[in-house]
């Protein structure tokens, strides 16, 4: 019955903790939705800034949550995997940063 | 036919990040806790550089 198949399912939600890489990794994938949104917007000349801003906003939150991991001072392929990629975070959180802060005086110029 | 069941799990794991690696494609793969390591690492890896490209061209066009 569903019982027995639910027993079975190997990735089933009553797993128990994720691992904090998955949840770095989790947070990078939710980031790179929200910004790539944000970055197809503010690539067209004309794209609705303020929205763009929005989702940069989004995509910040999310960047900061996956930074706010502590991966331990392990050493293991995983971890400097998974600490390489936190780099890259922290180097995209900086460029979304100074990016939301011009588009905000942009926005906040032209239509206020 | 169960061939594709018994494929090597390294040999699938092994041909997945090249590709991701080499292509820097964004695959989407959901595979199951535990399998997606290397892999889903090295794709989200490139998609982070991706948006750093991105970002940047946008910061130099101003």
Not at chain 2, 21 to 43: F, M, R
């Amino acid at each position: 019955g569903t019982a027995a198949w639910r027993a079975k399912d190997p990735v089933g939600q009553g797993q128990g903790q994720v691992q904090d890489s998955d949840r770095v990794r989790n947070h990078h994938k939710q980031a790179f939705e929200y910004i790539s949104v944000a970055l197809r917007i503010d690539e067209e000349e004309k794209g609705p800034k303020l929205q763009a801003v929005e989702w940069y906003k989004r995509g910040i939150v999310e960047l900061e949550r996956g930074l706010s991991i502590d991966l331990g001072p392990g050493t293991g392929e995983t971890t400097e995997r998974d600490k390489r990629l936190q780099a890259k975070m922290a180097t995209n959180l900086v460029m979304s940063k100074d990016r939301l802060e011009l588009l905000a005086k942009v926005v906040s110029g032209s239509s206020q | 036919s169960t061939t594709t069941l018994t494929t090597p799990q390294n040999q699938v794991e092994g041909l997945l990040h090249e590709m991701a690696d080499e292509a820097g494609l964004d695959l989407n793969l959901e595979l199951p806790q535990g399998q997606s390591g290397s892999v889903g690492n090295s794709v989200a890896s490139a998609e982070q550089d991706e948006l750093s490209s991105r970002l940047a061209k946008l910061r130099d066009q101003m």
